[in-house]
């Protein structure tokens, strides 16, 4: 039930992107293995390699949630 637009911070770079998940998809995934649009940092990868890493996900600053019309 994450399906809607989720708004996240990049822990390397600070960067805000944008992700757009249906009902199938768990933002909690992304936010650990989608990379970042601006420094292509995916967390997953660099939490084993680098302990100076802030945290092994990016961080989520906003939710907007899917409205279905019956149209």
């Given amino acids: 039930m994450d399906s809607g637009k989720w708004t996240l911070k990049c822990q390397n770079c600070d960067a805000t992107f944008d992700l757009h998940l249906t009902e199938r998809e768990q933002i909690a995934d992304y ?41």
């Fill in 31 to 71: 936010a650990r293995n989608h990379p970042c649009p601006e420094c292509q940092n995916k967390p997953a990868d660099r939490s084993s390699m680098d302990s100076t890493v802030k945290s092994d996900w990016h961080r989520v600053v906003g939710f907007r949630a899917s409205v279905k019309t019956n149209d």
